[in-house]
C-alpha cells in the first residue's frame, strides 16, 4: 500500500537580480523530494511567480501576485543581493510586501509557517551600486533580529544552494513533529524573576532558573543535530 504523502509548498520571493538563485532551486528541490521520499512523508513544491501565475489584470501587478499565489503555502524563502525591488501601493517593494504578508500570517500562527531568508554577500562592482536600493535592504536585514528570524549568507551558488538544501531538508524531517499542521505550538512557561532589590532598586533574574531551561532546549537541538547529520551523511552514500 502507498504511503500518504504530505506537500509542502514552498514559495520563493526576491527581486529580479538573484535568478541564478531562483533557477537552482529548480535542483535543489528535485534532489530533496528524491530523498525525502525515503526517509519521511513529505515532498517539497516549489511556488513561485514563474510558474505559478497567468496573465490577467488587477488593481496592481504585485495585487494580482498575491490573489494568484495565495498565502496557502507552508516555507517562505526570501532572497536578496543588491536591489531591494519596485515599490508597490501599499510597500517599499514586491519582494517585502510578500515579506509582510508572510510575517504576518506568522504572527497570526507560528506553528504553520517557516521563514528563511538568504542575502547574497558577493562583490558588486561599483558601476553596479544603487545606494537607494542598498540602504533599503540595509534597512530591511537590521530589522529582521527584532522580529525574530536569523538569516543566512553567502558567496557564491553553491553556498546557497548548501544553505537552503540543509534547511528544507531540516524542516521537512521536522513537519507534523516540532511545527505544521496539528502540532501544538510548545508553551514554554516563562520563569518568574526573584525580585531581589539592588542599589539601584532594580529587580534581579534568577538566572538558575534560566539556565535550567537552556539546558534542555541544548539536550533537545543536540539530539536533533546528531540525527540530521546521520541522515545526510546516508544521503552522501546514496547519492
Known sequence: MPRQTTQLKVF??????????????????????????????????????????????????????????????????????????????????GTAEEFERAFDRYQTNSNNLQILIYFNESPISP?????????????????????????????????????????LFSHGLDYGKTWGTGVQATEIKEKELVKHENHKGEPTPDYFNFTEIGVEHLKVSTEASYKTATIMNEFSEIM
Open 12 to 93: 520563493v520571493a526576491s527581486p529580479g537580480d538573484v535568478d541564478p538563485e531562483r533557477q537552482a532551486l529548480e535542483e535543489v528541490f528535485k534532489e530533496l523530494n528524491l530523498f525525502l521520499g525515503k526517509v519521511s512523508e513529505v515532498q517539497l513544491e516549489l511556488v513561485k511567480w514563474e510558474t505559478h501565475t497567468y496573465s490577467s489584470i488587477g488593481e496592481d501587478p504585485q495585487t494580482t501576485i498575491n490573489n494568484q499565489i495565495g498565502d496557502n503555502y507552508d516555507i517562505y524563502i526570501g532572497i536578496f543581493w543588491k536591489h531591494f525591488g519596485t515599490p508597490t501601493p501599499r510597500a517599499l517593494s
Open 127 to 167: 558601476l553596479e551600486i544603487d545606494a537607494s536600493q542598498v540602504a533599503l535592504i540595509q534597512e530591511f536585514r537590521d530589522g529582521l533580529s527584532e522580529k525574530g528570524i536569523m538569516y543566512s549568507q553567502y558567496t557564491d551558488l553553491e553556498a546557497f544552494k548548501s544553505l537552503v538544501r540543509f534547511a
